[in-house]
């Protein structure tokens, strides 16, 4: 059975970095599209960054463009999200999730989630 660990979060002051990772278990993670997503408090649960299957193509949304990079380590099966120069808007609990597909969608159609890591962005 598929599950995915997330880790990686913690507090950091504006402008400092974060690398969140997903573990995953019961799947190789480079078999499918997995993407990062956060929920704020108050807020609705939001995409942040994907990266696809098919051809390592990679999203980001625009508020974290030029800040945040997806990759994979293969051969650690695991998903990595560096957050730099970050922000108190940052500030979330992120998840790494998947529908096990080879293409990036919305988290409304994410099957597979971890339970999460809280980004605190402040100073």
């Known amino acids: 059975q598929l599950q995915l660990v997330e880790s990686g979060g913690g507090l950091v002051q504006p402008g400092g970095s974060l690398r969140l990772s997903c573990a995953a278990s019961?799947?190789?993670?480079?078999?499918?599209?997995i993407g990062w997503f956060r929920q704020a408090p108050g807020k609705e649960r939001e995409g942040v960054s994907c990266?696809?299957?098919?051809?390592?193509?990679?999203y980001y949304a625009d508020s974290v463009k030029g800040r945040f990079t997806i990759s994979r380590d293969n051969a650690k099966n695991t998903v990595y999200l560096q957050m730099n120069s970050l922000k108190p808007e940052d500030t979330a609990v992120y998840y790494c999730a998947t529908d096990m597909t080879t293409l990036c969608g919305p988290y409304y159609g994410m099957d597979y989630w971890g339970k999460g890591t809280l980004v605190t962005v402040s100073s």
């Open positions: 990266i696809n299957n098919s051809d390592g193509s990679t």
């Open positions: 019961g799947v190789t993670l480079d078999d499918y599209a």
